[in-house]
């Protein structure tokens, strides 16, 4: 037992003799690299998280500047052009100018020329139109169905027998031979005839008679700035001839 506590006695200042030769750092190399290494990832951890911080920093920053930039271009775009300043146009005056109207119906044409020269002698445009127009006569009374002249004239001496002796004959292409027994401005006194005839025996008809005719027109043109003139004369107007406004016809 003496032995054994004499050898760790010995052990003991061995010990302490080899640790007073070495200094401790250089016995403990290894020692003290391994917590170094371990500080080292420890930095590195560290630096990692701050790089990251950055990088979310950065893309927060960047989505605010996004945001920005929507909320800009939207006012801008809710914002109304302001209206374009009105131009002051210099326009010519292109109104027509003319007063137009027609005088008529002139059933002669001698007469509707001496009235354009009225006119056109006070500087006013005229032309001379014309047009076919009906016009009524009256009505007749009158026995068809004769095939010849000669048919037709035996109507009319039985007739003249019965004291109707107002009478000729009319060829029309549609009815040749019709014996006329006069054309009458009332259709009543027509009708008063057709019924004696007829009372007489005989096939009486009546048929309303229009002829056409020429009449004539003066289209006359002048200026809206002058005095609007009116020169036909009170004969023209019993005839029935007027000074009618009508549109200007285009130039």
């Given at each position: ?13 061995a ?14 190399v ?15 951890e ?53 007063v ?15 009235v354009?020269g ?22 007749m ?9 000669t048919d037709?004239?035996k ?9 109707v ?12 031979n ?45 200026s ?28």
């Open positions: 037992m003496k032995v054994f506590f004499a050898l760790l006695l010995i052990a003991n200042i010990f302490a003799v080899f640790q007073w030769l070495l200094p401790f750092e250089q016995l403990f290894q020692s003290r690299k391994a917590p170094a290494a371990e500080e080292l990832q420890l930095l590195s560290a630096n990692t998280e701050i790089v990251s911080a950055v990088e979310v920093v950065a893309e927060v920053e960047a989505k605010a500047e996004t945001s920005t930039d929507i909320e800009a271009a939207s006012e801008a775009e809710s914002v109304e052009p302001a209206p374009p300043e009105p131009e002051t146009l210099v326009t010519e005056d292109d109104s027509d100018k003319r137009c109207y027609t005088i008529g119906p002139i059933k002669d044409k001698a007469r509707a020329i001496e354009s009225r006119y056109s002698g006070k500087q006013v445009t005229t032309t001379l139109k014309s047009s076919l127009e009906k016009q009524y006569m009256g009505v009374v009158y026995i068809g169905g004769h095939k010849t002249r037709a004239l109507t009319a001496d039985a007739l003249s027998a019965q004291g002796r107002d009478h000729f004959i009319i060829n029309r292409q549609d009815q040749p019709l014996l006329s027994l006069g054309v009458f401005g009332l259709k009543k006194n027509a009708d008063g005839l057709k019924a004696r005839v007829q009372r007489l025996g005989f096939s009486a008809e009546t048929e309303a008679r229009y002829r056409e005719r020429t009449i004539f027109w003066v289209y006359a043109e002048q809206s700035e002058d005095e609007l003139l009116h020169l036909l004369k009170e004969a023209e107007f019993g005839d029935g001839i007027s000074q009618i406004p009508t549109q200007c016809l285009p130039t």
